[in-house]
């Protein structure tokens, strides 16, 4: 059945540094996936997206990578903020249509 | 341009009470969807609108909970009665039409059940 899941739930990183939140899926018909924020309080905020048909896509300070052979995807975020301090979830969308389902996020705390 | 707007924040209720939840998109936003996140867990889909028609309600527990939109705007959702696996968080996410992936979240309203 549809899965997506993290293979971390938490991540502690230093300001400065770079984060690499992971995911897994397991439905190999996903074509679409897409990286939220959502910190304390507040509804999850569209950070990233790639499609099935690339392997790499960047953004501001932020980094998608897809391996579709292992079904692994990864949100790498360079010089880590505090105020990137949040739950990070994966979310893939199967055959078109808009529904997307969500893993279980990853908390990553930025220390000053 | 103003987000997704939910309403109440909070709410908490005795179980077998009944609560209905508001949702008010982004202008001009054809889908909405509400969803239900369980405590450290990601968001799971209950219903999803295309205008005030219902494209996907799968998840939807529909013995308890019912949703509509009835002029393709605003939309409520109700849990009547509520049991105690209920409490978590309501969102609700707008986009511009099915096929456009990008939802835009409203802050959810945080349910407990007691």
């Known amino acids: 059945g549809e899965s997506v899941g993290l293979h971390l739930p938490t991540l502690s990183v230093q300001e400065g540094d770079n984060s690499i939140i992971n995911c897994a899926y397991s439905?190999?018909?996903?074509?679409?996936f897409i990286w939220y924020k959502q910190e304390s309080g507040k509804g999850p905020q569209f950070i990233i997206d790639?499609?099935?048909?690339?392997d790499k896509r960047q953004g501001q300070r932020v980094t998608v990578l897809l391996n579709k052979t292992v079904k692994h995807l990864s949100l790498q975020i360079a010089a880590t903020q505090p105020g990137d301090s949040a739950v990070y979830f994966c979310?893939?969308?199967?055959?078109?249509?808009?529904?997307?389902?969500f893993g279980e996020g990853t908390q990553l705390t930025v220390n000053p | 341009e103003a987000g997704v707007a939910q309403s109440p924040r909070y709410k908490i209720i005795e179980k077998r009470q009944s609560v209905a939840f508001w949702c008010n998109p982004i202008?001009?936003?054809?889908?909405l969807y509400w969803y239900q996140q369980i405590l450290g867990q990601g968001p799971k889909l209950l219903i999803q609108?295309?205008?005030?028609?219902?494209?996907?309600d799968s998840q939807l527990p529909k013995d308890r909970f019912s949703a509509e939109r009835l002029k393709g705007v605003d939309s409520t959702l109700k849990i009547q009665p509520a049991k105690l696996e209920d409490s978590a968080v309501y969102l609700c996410?707008?986009?511009?039409?099915?096929?456009?992936?990008?939802?835009?979240f409203g802050p959810g309203t945080r349910l407990t059940v007691t």
């Open positions: 996410a707008s986009s511009l039409a099915q096929g456009h992936y990008e939802q835009y």
């Open positions: 439905n190999s018909a996903s074509d679409y």
């Open positions: 790639i499609r099935s048909n690339m």
């Open positions: 979310a893939e969308n199967i055959g078109g249509g808009s529904r997307l389902t």
């Open positions: 202008s001009g936003h054809a889908t």
């Open positions: 609108f295309q205008n005030n028609g219902v494209v996907d």
